[in-house]
């Protein structure tokens, strides 16, 4: 069993629709929490980073956190074409400028 | 700002052959950086931590003498792939330690592709 689950998609929605990413994890040591988002060819970009259990909010950007279910979320308003990429969730026990452990990715088309 | 580039962005060679990366911070200094390697519709797998003036630290499974990391000062790190095959073939991304930015993140260069042929 892989440490972290992702769905790798592919997820295909209207532009406008609310997108709802999800990433579950095994490791209980995992307190720190990211989405990052990676176009084609490219290395990855961090759009949230959350600590321990909770809500946070970025611009259309809602990132969610529930350690007793070990299960994070990302959900992205309004979305745009521009907004397709494939979208990362990565965890650490001991902050993001250390180990992370990725999950494997979900790509999404945001479609006109 | 926090701005991490890589060179090459693509490069194919022979079996046999070494290839070197670089991984470069361009506007801060990075004592630590990391290398990682992703296949197709795979995860980014975390292969060692470059520390700068130290050796670096391998994941388990990861033949150092294969991978030669070099971080020899705090805006490069550098990684050589020894006797190049074509299961080394693979995206593979840096990323350096930004400990002036808000979360102590890692900044991530746009990868390198290496083909072996």
């Known amino acids: 069993q892989k440490e972290v689950e992702q769905d790798p998609g592919p997820l295909s929605v209207p532009e406008g629709a609310i997108v709802s990413l999800n990433c579950t994890y095994s490791?209980?040591?995992?307190?720190?929490f990211m989405w990052y988002r990676q176009y084609s060819r490219k290395g990855p970009e961090l759009l949230m980073y959350t600590y321990s259990s909770g809500n946070k909010e970025d611009g259309r950007f809602t990132a969610q956190v529930d350690k007793s279910s070990k299960y994070i979320s990302l959900f992205i308003r309004d979305s745009q074409p521009s907004d397709s990429a494939t979208y990362l969730c990565a965890m650490s026990a001991s902050g993001g400028g250390n180990k992370l452990t990725f999950g494997t990715g979900t790509q999404l088309k945001v479609e006109l | 700002g926090a701005v991490v580039s890589q060179h090459p962005s693509w490069v194919i060679c022979k079996s046999g052959t070494s290839v070197k990366i670089e991984c470069r911070s361009l506007d801060f200094q990075a004592t630590t950086m990391f290398w990682y390697r992703q296949f197709p519709k795979q995860s980014l797998m975390l292969m060692a931590t470059s520390n700068e003036g130290s050796k670096a630290t391998y994941e388990q499974g990861v033949e150092k003498d294969k991978f030669l990391i070099n971080h020899a000062s705090l805006t490069l790190s550098t990684l050589t792939v020894t006797s190049a095959h074509p299961e080394d073939s693979s995206f593979y991304i840096c990323s350096a330690r930004n400990p002036r930015s808000s979360y102590n993140e890692q900044f991530f260069g746009p990868g390198t592709r290496l083909t072996v042929l």
């Open positions: 490791n209980s040591a995992f307190q720190y």
